[in-house]
T-cell receptor, first 111, second 112 residues
Framework: GQQLNQSPQSMFIQEGEDVSMNCTSS?????WLWYKQDPGEGPVLLIALYKAGELTSNGRLTAQFGITRKDSFLNISASIPSDVGIYFCAGRGANDYKLSFGAGTTVTVRA | DGGITQSPKYLFRKEGQNVTLSCEQN?????MYWYRQDPGQGLRLIYYSQIVNDFQKGDIAEGYSVSREKKESFPLTVTSAQKNPTAFYLC???????????FGDGTRLSIL
């Protein structure tokens, strides 16, 4: 699979802040997934998106499937210390069984 | 509880040695996957399996081998041909190939 372009690579955020990260692809996807990985553990699925323009929330997390089908965004509202971790995007094309992953966004929260 | 169990959590390999990483799932998923994770990089697919007794190479299969004799089990062997085996290895499964993948907690492999 291709490597997705995920940004920012890392971020320091103040507790209570809203933050955003995004992922872009050079090809069209029909599935976007967002995962969170805590140190020494496996990634946990946060949100799955299946349609262009789709906006889906999971608690304080909101993700969107870009209209161009080549990008996706994840927003975290009102950050708390347990939001620390690495967030990965992953995507899949229409006729592709393989997931392509971004390199991750490392989030550190200042208390 | 349903889930994916990887063992051991930490593994050390000597030069010239083959080691096997275990992955077991009780989610009744047909598809299983092995990924390698290196610092600052996305996950890279090593092997995947759609069904029992069938598996396919991923993007970085050289130096690795797998078997799928049972639906719930998908062990990965890191052979001596893999010259840079130090990494975090993640096993995943999904109902079928195009459904979201769920991950185990990983095995960290290091060289002695």
């Amino acid at each position: 699979g291709q490597q997705l372009n995920q940004s920012p690579q890392s971020m320091f955020i103040q507790e209570g802040e809203d933050v955003s990260m995004n992922c872009t692809s050079s090809s069209i996807f029909n599935t976007w997934l967002w995962y969170k990985q805590d140190p020494g553990e496996g990634p946990v699925l946060l949100i799955a998106l299946y349609k262009a323009g789709e906006l889906t929330s999971n608690g304080r997390l909101t993700a969107q499937f870009g209209i161009t089908r080549k990008d996706s965004f994840l927003n975290i509202s009102a950050s708390i210390p347990s939001d620390v971790g690495i967030y990965f995007c992953a995507g899949r094309g229409a006729n592709d069984y393989k997931l392509s992953f971004g390199a991750g966004t490392t989030v550190t929260v200042r208390a | 509880d349903g889930g994916i169990t990887q063992s051991p959590k930490y593994l050390f390999r000597k030069e010239g040695q083959n080691v096997t990483l275990s992955c077991e799932q009780n989610l009744n998923h047909d598809a299983m996957y092995w990924y390698r994770q290196d610092p600052g990089q996305g996950l890279r697919l090593i092997y995947y399996s759609q069904i029992v007794n069938d598996f396919q190479k991923g993007d970085i299969a050289e130096g690795y081998s797998v078997s799928r004799e049972k639906k719930e089990s998908f062990p990965l062997t890191v052979t001596s041909a893999q010259k840079n085996p130090t990494a975090f290895y993640l096993c995943a499964s999904s109902g079928v190939l195009n459904q979201p993948q769920h991950f185990g907690d990983g095995t960290r492999l290091s060289i002695l």
